[in-house]
């Protein structure tokens, strides 16, 4: 479109704003409170120009054809705006840590501000958060903070006191003490230095680490209360640009959940000084957890393998790579021929990337000669990607985050996702708190998205299935499916209905324990909504119906309607950084890369010449039944990357039982853990932070990730750990780098057509499948199924009666996550600041068994199962109801949950164990007279949450020292 901009005709591009199209323009108009991912706050006032008469902040209004623009006529209101704000923000630029990204900087320097009034408001330094600082005096209140803990992530913490003029957290608290779950969103966007990562003070520039005191003295002997600092801010300049000399900023992705959160991380050698999330992160912009953002320091903990090890009798003995890739290879090769290929397993790694998982699928199946090749995915999300390869065909979410954030109604079933998934959380939380999305919740704790929901249910443990059965046959009997999707585009209709004939509104209470009523609820929910989205997770796939269940959720979205369509679908939410890569790229016993099936001779004729190799025939095993068969003594060797199998697989006695009985036991690990030390020998593994790849997230995305920093001591990538080994068995891999791989993905599977690295530089990604052109799928099935004939499949499912409490066992555990720690803390355990937030594991307890077994918070307690017991102790907690109990997994020692799972009961279809069908009993050892509760008071969950819309910038425009008045705030 054509504008006017002081008196030039200019053609531009059409922009969210004007200022966005002034800044594309050439046109530099300082902004402090906007950020292109948060939006227009209208604090700052620094953007104030002239539109057709009129003053406007340019953050804030669109641009429309033939709008003529002043900027030079405004320029005095602009300076004035940046007096105001550096009243309240003293300059010392080249000792203060944030001059390498400070965007107040930025603004004085390119508006030729000279002159500074500050007025010191003598507030102390909140430092008593362990990961970040918020110093008021350096506050400019441009309400980025507020606007991204109240409506980005939504944990609804901080506002302004604008009165105090200062930002405050739970009204008033110390931050240590507040509501704040240290997601550091609010850090990541400040503007200015008011809010510093402590891990960056004193360590991002030259002139930083002086002693405050010092700092202090020499601010003040530069500076006067009226002076022109542009010799001062010529240095800082240099300093600016010199600072890059010694930061080294890398974009990589997240290596915790399956999320896919990207971002920059910023260092000095090893030193882990920041990470810095960007509005171009595809799947999470700005946002973070506290894990993502402050829980990388592992990487450099004194604890990480750094040299290979070889079992001597008892104890392990450092070794050459040389050395131990050579006894690998003459021990698996001596187990091959003498007990024959299927007599060894691989477990491809969870937290390695594609091209890693691509090799270890293709070292199992070309130089190994199995199909024994799988991923932690059986422990989670296999049964979940069981239900939708039986109805819709492919095995990942069927759209996107943006999906689930723009639907009509969001169903979670199973998922504490505010905790497991805390940032696609948020998207949630931000659609329902500011244009009113519906919400049902269906799980068996009060967790934070429960409180949220519009509709909160809580069947009996095991029973989703049967609830979900009702509710579509309660929408069947009032004739609300879409007759038309169901005729068009799907098959198997009438015998699924007649499957459903046993699931009567008075048979599913009679199970369930949820009322007819709730039942008719959901589906008028479902009815009345344009576009549907399901979310589930280890709440529905570690039952015995996992796959049943996840069967059943895809069965109500065809049913209604809800496939093909923005806004629409399934989206099993993966559990690891990169469990959905893993599997996508070939880490399964029945699927070679790309889904394409083992027991397709077409397939397996394509792979072999491809890789001119004759593949296994025989069945792969499973996870699970690589332990059965090690148990039997069919299993002779394994090798295991980036997998505690020990505390990961139920039933850890029996684990080890299986895994003592191998003859060869390989683990690639960064930390020695419990099943590392079982090993024969241990490999020091390269972190995901120490490598190139990729990872695939929950939504199907593709990201690259770059290294940032070389392996610890001698560690390896398990990229560069196969080649070496695949060569000393006699097969060298054609790969130079994870590149090469890709490349030959891309020839070998459909859904990778279009990928390459040159269309996943920097933040770029790409959700597959992809086309050759390099079109990718933003959602899935708009035209048809992935079945040959393009049809969705209803499939009848199966109930399973659930392992349920007894006289003996007369409480029933339930397991899950907590957000600060990730699984068994084996990484965030070494974190210093979330040990700091979480020291233990606990066992939450409803007030009806507290009242029932005498217990009070810190009680230690004995849980005991058919299968184990463990000592923990005790929290009272309203999250529970009945006789129900909860114990985090994140323990690798003497309090793992798996010391109490059973080991042999298991979803039948997947092999998935059944970890959610525990009964416990729970007897009180010691009384807690004096001892501190297990969960510190400075844990977020004991704050008060402060909930507001924005950062009500209208009460800054009401005081009476507020400069701008009338049109401008009209």
């Given at each position: 479109?054509?504008?006017?901009?002081?008196?030039?005709?200019?053609?531009?591009?059409?922009?969210?704003?004007?200022?966005?199209?002034?800044?594309?323009?050439?046109?530099y108009?300082p902004h402090?409170?906007?950020?292109?991912?948060?939006g227009?706050?209208?604090?700052?006032?620094?953007?104030?120009?002239?539109?057709?008469?009129?003053?406007?902040?340019?953050?804030?209004?669109?641009v429309?054809?033939g709008?003529?623009?002043?900027?030079?006529?405004?320029?005095?209101?602009?300076l004035?705006a940046?007096?105001?704000?550096l009243?309240?923000?003293?300059?010392?630029?080249?000792?203060?840590?944030?001059?390498l990204?400070?965007?107040?900087?930025?603004?004085?320097?390119?508006s030729?501000?000279?002159?500074?009034?500050y007025?010191?408001?003598?507030?102390e330094?909140?430092?008593?958060n362990?990961?970040?600082i918020?110093?008021?005096?350096?506050?400019?209140?441009?309400g980025?903070?507020?606007?991204?803990?109240?409506?980005?992530?939504v944990?609804e913490?901080?506002?302004?006191?604008?009165d105090?003029?200062?930002?405050?957290?739970?009204d008033?608290a110390?931050?240590n003490?507040?509501?704040?779950?240290?997601?550091?969103?609010?850090?990541?966007?400040c503007?200015v230095?008011?809010?510093?990562?402590?891990?960056?003070?004193?360590?991002?520039?030259f002139?930083?680490?002086?002693?405050?005191?010092?700092?202090?003295?020499?601010?003040?002997?530069?500076?006067?209360?009226e002076y022109?600092?542009?010799?001062?801010?010529?240095f800082?300049?240099?300093d600016?640009?010199?600072?890059?000399?010694?930061?080294?900023r890398t974009k990589?992705?997240?290596?915790f959940?399956g999320?896919?959160?990207?971002f920059?991380?910023?260092?000095?050698?090893?030193?882990?000084?920041?990470?810095?999330?960007?509005?171009?992160?595809?799947a999470?912009?700005?946002?973070?957890?506290?894990?993502?953002?402050?829980g990388?320091?592992?990487v450099?903990?004194?604890d990480?393998?750094?040299?290979?090890?070889?079992?001597?009798g008892?104890?392990?003995?450092?070794a050459?790579w040389?050395?131990?890739?050579?006894?690998?290879?003459?021990k698996l090769?001596?187990?091959k021929?003498?007990?024959?290929p299927?007599?060894?397993?691989?477990?491809?790694?969870?937290?390695?990337?594609?091209?890693?998982?691509y090799?270890a699928?293709r070292?199992?199946?070309?130089?190994?000669?199995?199909?024994n090749?799988?991923?932690c995915?059986?422990?989670?999300?296999?049964?979940a990607?069981?239900?939708?390869?039986?109805?819709v065909?492919y095995?990942?979410?069927?759209?996107?985050?943006t999906?689930?954030?723009?639907?009509?109604?969001?169903?979670?079933?199973?998922?504490?996702?505010?905790?497991?998934?805390?940032?696609?959380?948020?998207?949630?939380?931000r659609?329902?708190?500011?244009?009113?999305?519906k919400?049902?919740?269906v799980?068996?704790r009060r967790h934070?998205?429960?409180?949220r929901?519009?509709?909160?249910?809580?069947p009996k443990?095991?029973?989703?299935?049967?609830?979900?059965?009702?509710?579509?046959?309660y929408?069947?009997?009032?004739?609300?499916?879409?007759?038309?999707?169901?005729?068009?585009?799907?098959v198997?209709?009438d015998a699924f209905?007649?499957?459903?004939?046993q699931?009567?509104?008075e048979?599913?209470?009679a199970?369930?324990?949820?009322?007819k009523?709730?039942?008719?609820?959901?589906?008028?929910?479902?009815?009345?909504?344009?576009?549907v989205?399901a979310?589930w997770a280890?709440?529905v796939?570690?039952?015995q119906?996992g796959?049943?269940?996840s069967?059943?959720?895809?069965n109500?979205?065809?049913?209604?309607?809800?496939?093909?369509?923005?806004n629409?679908?399934?989206?099993?939410?993966?559990?690891?950084?990169?469990?959905?890569?893993?599997?996508d790229?070939?880490?399964?016993p029945?699927?070679m890369?790309?889904?394409?099936?083992?027991?397709?001779e077409?397939?397996?004729t394509?792979?072999?010449?491809?890789?001119?190799?004759?593949l296994?025939?025989?069945?792969?095993?499973?996870?699970?039944e690589?332990?059965?068969?090690?148990?039997?003594?069919?299993?002779?060797a394994?090798?295991?990357?980036?997998?505690?199998?020990?505390?990961a697989?139920?039933?850890?006695?029996t684990?080890?039982?299986?895994?003592?009985?191998?003859?060869?036991?390989?683990v690639?690990e960064?930390?020695?853990?419990?099943?590392?030390?079982?090993?024969?020998?241990?490999?020091?593994?390269?972190?995901?932070?120490e490598k190139?790849g990729t990872?695939?997230?929950?939504?199907?995305?593709?990201?690259?990730?770059?290294?940032?920093?070389?392996?610890?001591?001698?560690?390896?990538?398990?990229?560069?750990?196969?080649?070496?080994?695949?060569?000393a068995?006699?097969?060298?891999?054609?790969?130079?780098?994870?590149?090469?791989?890709?490349?030959?993905?891309?020839?070998?599977?459909?859904i990778?057509a279009?990928v390459?690295?040159?269309?996943l530089?920097?933040?770029n990604?790409?959700?597959?499948?992809?086309?050759?052109?390099?079109?990718?799928?933003r959602?899935?099935?708009?035209d048809?199924?992935?079945?040959?004939?393009?049809k969705a499949?209803?499939y009848?499912?199966t109930h399973y009666?659930p392992?349920?409490?007894n006289p003996?066992?007369d409480l029933?555990?339930?397991n899950?996550?907590?957000l600060?720690?990730?699984?068994?803390?084996?990484?965030?355990?070494?974190?210093?600041?979330?040990?700091?937030k979480?020291?233990e594991v606990?066992?939450?307890?409803?007030p009806q068994?507290?009242?029932e077994?005498?217990?009070?918070?810190?009680?230690?307690?004995?849980?005991?199962?058919?299968?184990?017991?463990?000592k923990?102790?005790?929290m009272?907690t309203?999250r529970?109801?009945g006789?129900?109990?909860?114990?985090?997994?994140?323990d690798?020692?003497?309090?793992?949950v798996?010391?109490?799972?059973?080991?042999?009961?298991?979803d039948?279809?997947?092999?998935?164990p059944?970890?959610?069908?525990?009964?416990?009993?729970?007897?009180?050892?010691?009384?807690?007279?004096?001892?501190?509760?297990?969960?510190?008071?400075?844990?977020?969950?004991y704050?008060k949450?402060?909930?507001?819309?924005g950062?009500n910038?209208?009460?800054?425009?009401?005081r009476?020292d507020?400069?701008?008045?009338?049109?401008?705030n009209?």
């Amino acid at each position: 479109m054509r504008i006017v901009v002081d008196g030039h005709t200019l053609d531009v591009e059409q922009g969210p704003n004007l200022l966005e199209v002034l800044l594309s323009a050439g046109f530099y108009v300082p902004h402090l409170c906007y950020n292109k991912f948060l939006g227009p706050l209208k604090t700052c006032d620094a953007c104030v120009v002239e539109a057709n008469g009129r003053l406007v902040r340019s953050c804030s209004i669109p641009v429309v054809e033939g709008m003529k623009i002043g900027v030079r006529s405004t320029e005095s209101l602009r300076l004035r705006a940046l007096d105001h704000l550096l009243q309240h923000h003293q300059l010392y630029c080249t000792v203060c840590d944030n001059n390498l990204d400070c965007e107040l900087h930025e603004a004085f320097v390119k508006s030729r501000v000279t002159r500074q009034n500050y007025v010191d408001r003598g507030y102390e330094v909140d430092d008593s958060n362990p990961f970040y600082i918020y110093d008021p005096n350096q506050c400019i209140l441009s309400g980025r903070c507020v606007e991204a803990c109240q409506d980005v992530v939504v944990n609804e913490v901080i506002k302004i006191d604008w009165d105090k003029k200062r930002v405050v957290w739970s009204d008033g608290a110390p931050i240590n003490f507040s509501s704040c779950v240290s997601c550091g969103t609010c850090v990541t966007v400040c503007p200015v230095n008011a809010l510093m990562e402590k891990s960056m003070l004193g360590r991002a520039g030259f002139l930083t680490g002086m002693k405050e005191e010092v700092k202090r003295k020499l601010v003040t002997s530069l500076k006067g209360a009226e002076y022109t600092f542009e010799p001062i801010m010529f240095f800082s300049q240099v300093d600016a640009k010199l600072r890059n000399s010694i930061v080294k900023r890398t974009k990589t992705v997240c290596p915790f959940c399956g999320v896919g959160c990207s971002f920059e991380v910023w260092t000095r050698g090893r030193e882990i000084l920041k990470v810095e999330p960007k509005p171009e992160s595809p799947a999470n912009g700005v946002a973070t957890c506290v894990k993502g953002k402050f829980g990388l320091s592992f990487v450099n903990s004194r604890d990480r393998l750094t040299r290979p090890l070889i079992r001597d009798g008892d104890h392990f003995r450092e070794a050459s790579w040389q050395e131990a890739i050579s006894f690998i290879a003459t021990k698996l090769s001596r187990i091959k021929e003498k007990y024959g290929p299927d007599s060894i397993g691989v477990i491809a790694s969870c937290t390695g990337t594609n091209e890693e998982a691509y090799l270890a699928q293709r070292f199992a199946r070309d130089v190994v000669g199995t199909h024994n090749i799988d991923n932690c995915a059986r422990y989670c999300q296999a049964p979940a990607t069981t239900g939708l390869w039986r109805t819709v065909g492919y095995g990942g979410d069927s759209g996107s985050i943006t999906d689930v954030e723009e639907a009509d109604l969001v169903i979670i079933v199973g998922s504490n996702t505010a905790e497991a998934h805390p940032v696609l959380a948020g998207r949630i939380k931000r659609a329902k708190k500011l244009r009113g999305q519906k919400l049902i919740v269906v799980d068996v704790r009060r967790h934070e998205m429960a409180e949220r929901a519009d509709l909160f249910i809580t069947p009996k443990i095991g029973t989703d299935l049967v609830l979900l059965n009702g509710v579509m046959k309660y929408i069947v009997d009032r004739g609300w499916q879409d007759e038309k999707f169901i005729r068009e585009r799907t098959v198997g209709y009438d015998a699924f209905v007649e499957s459903l004939k046993q699931y009567t509104l008075e048979n599913v209470e009679a199970v369930t324990g949820v009322p007819k009523e709730t039942v008719i609820k959901v589906a008028t929910m479902i009815h009345e909504a344009k576009s549907v989205v399901a979310l589930w997770a280890m709440g529905v796939t570690q039952h015995q119906d996992g796959s049943e269940t996840s069967t059943a959720i895809s069965n109500l979205l065809l049913l209604t309607g809800n496939y093909g369509r923005p806004n629409t679908g399934g989206y099993p939410l993966r559990g690891h950084a990169n469990v959905q890569g893993v599997s996508d790229f070939g880490a399964l016993p029945t699927m070679m890369p790309g889904y394409q099936p083992t027991s397709d001779e077409e397939v397996l004729t394509k792979f072999e010449k491809a890789w001119n190799t004759k593949l296994p025939r025989s069945k792969g095993l499973t996870s699970t039944e690589m332990v059965d068969a090690a148990l039997q003594g069919k299993m002779k060797a394994m090798v295991v990357m980036g997998e505690d199998k020990l505390n990961a697989d139920a039933g850890r006695e029996t684990v080890r039982r299986a895994l003592s009985n191998l003859e060869l036991l390989v683990v690639t690990e960064l930390f020695m853990t419990e099943t590392a030390k079982l090993a024969t020998v241990v490999l020091p593994a390269a972190a995901s932070l120490e490598k190139e790849g990729t990872f695939v997230n929950t939504e199907r995305r593709i990201q690259r990730l770059y290294k940032v920093m070389e392996p610890l001591g001698e560690a390896r990538s398990e990229f560069q750990i196969l080649l070496d080994l695949a060569k000393a068995m006699g097969k060298e891999f054609p790969y130079t780098n994870p590149e090469d791989v890709m490349g030959e993905a891309a020839q070998l599977c459909p859904i990778f057509a279009g990928v390459a690295y040159s269309r996943l530089e920097g933040f770029n990604s790409l959700q597959w499948p992809v086309k050759p052109s390099g079109e990718d799928s933003r959602y899935l099935y708009a035209d048809k199924f992935a079945f040959p004939d393009g049809k969705a499949r209803f499939y009848r499912t199966t109930h399973y009666e659930p392992r349920v409490e007894n006289p003996t066992y007369d409480l029933m555990l339930v397991n899950g996550r907590m957000l600060e720690h990730f699984h068994w803390a084996n990484l965030t355990g070494r974190v210093s600041g979330i040990k700091y937030k979480v020291p233990e594991v606990y066992l939450e307890v409803s007030p009806q068994v507290a009242a029932e077994k005498g217990l009070k918070d810190g009680d230690l307690v004995m849980v005991s199962s058919s299968n184990g017991r463990l000592k923990t102790r005790v929290m009272v907690t309203n999250r529970l109801e009945g006789k129900k109990v909860f114990l985090s997994l994140h323990d690798s020692k003497e309090m793992n949950v798996n010391e109490l799972t059973d080991p042999m009961t298991r979803d039948p279809t997947s092999k998935t164990p059944a970890y959610k069908e525990t009964p416990v009993y729970v007897e009180k050892l010691e009384d807690c007279v004096s001892c501190e509760p297990p969960l510190p008071k400075w844990n977020p969950r004991y704050g008060k949450k402060t909930p507001q819309v924005g950062v009500n910038v209208e009460l800054k425009w009401g005081r009476p020292d507020y400069t701008y008045r009338g049109e401008l705030n009209e």
